[in-house]
């Protein structure tokens, strides 16, 4: 099982640093964003399974042909308080690395979940306290400040919130293509979406493709919630809106604003063209296939 052990940590590492980087600098996801978060999700998943799965396969190997039955013999080994002879030094020492990983791994996601939770909800507290609810529409709230800003705020109990900046500086149609931008990160949960990159990113934070998967996954978002609202409103009117509004919304929430606007202007109001269907099947099977090269490894 050596072999399948380095196969595994190759697979992972180019997944975390050379794949990434080279996903985040591609220009294509702007045509099919859907496609390409959904492959983003399966470089993280794959790649964090592939390197945990790595020190198992290895440290495990010299207990029985296959990877489960060799977990098998080493835990009932541990429940009865023995240590399996035929596991050297590097085939602990493999076990204890994939151990830290796995536990840095989870440990920083539910470390970041934690602090983003308590955030919003002291953040959804100051907007009960001093927003006030606009009738024109269900459930967002209007902050009295002059700045022109909307943010989403997602959890179970969410808000969609904009500034008495914004109905002042622009008009109708403009105000519906915000919120319609909005509401789609409400609906389609981006929040979630993101959580695990942003943890990911905070777990080697020296390794740059983890970075630029965070921000490359941030960027296609908005681009998704662009899509919608200029399928639902006006594309122009979206653009305009978006050129009005500026700054930055709380760190807690979801913003309808990167700092690749230029970028996301450009594609609203020229949208590309979307990527052939065929080319779009195959995208989502590649990302099965990827989730599915660690798991398989491991069961056969």
Excluded: N
């Excluded at 492959?39 to 790649?47: N, S």
């Excluded at 440990?107 to 907007?127: F, K, N, P, Q, S």
């Amino acid at each position: 099982m050596e072999p399948v052990a380095l196969g595994l940590l190759v697979f992972g590492a180019a997944l975390a640093e050379p794949v990434s980087r080279r996903l985040a600098r591609a220009r294509w996801p702007e045509r099919d964003p859907v496609g390409a978060l959904l492959l983003w999700q399966a470089v993280g998943l794959a790649g964090g399974l592939a390197l945990v799965a790595s020190g198992v396969v290895y440290g495990v190997a010299p207990l029985a042909p296959t990877t489960t039955g060799a977990v098998g013999v080493l835990v009932r080994s541990l429940v009865g308080g023995t240590w399996p002879p035929a596991l050297g030094g590097l085939h602990a020492v493999a076990l204890v690395l994939a151990l830290a990983l796995a536990l840095r791994l989870l440990g920083v996601l539910a470390v970041v979940t934690v602090r983003t939770l308590r955030a919003r909800a002291r953040h959804r507290d100051l907007l009960d306290l001093l927003g006030t609810p606009w009738p024109q529409a269900p459930g967002a709230r209007v902050l009295d400040h002059p700045v022109p800003v909307a943010y989403c705020l997602p959890g179970l109990r969410s808000r969609l919130v904009v500034s008495a900046g914004v109905l002042d500086a622009l008009d109708v149609a403009q105000v519906f293509a915000v919120l319609t931008h909005e509401r789609t990160h409400l609906r389609e949960r981006h929040d979630l979406v993101v959580l695990p990159f942003v943890a990911w990113g905070a777990t080697a934070p020296f390794v740059r493709g983890m970075v630029c998967a965070q921000i490359a996954v941030a960027a296609l978002i908005e681009m998704r919630a662009d899509d919608v609202a200029a399928q639902k409103a006006d594309a122009h009117e979206l653009s305009q809106a978006l050129c009005a509004m500026g700054g930055a919304a709380p760190a807690a929430a979801l913003s309808s604003f990167t700092t690749a606007l230029d970028r996301r202007l450009a594609r609203i109001t020229d949208p590309p063209a979307p990527l052939p269907l065929p080319l779009r099947v195959l995208l989502r099977l590649v990302a099965v296939g990827l989730v599915a090269v660690p798991v398989l490894a491991i069961v056969l």
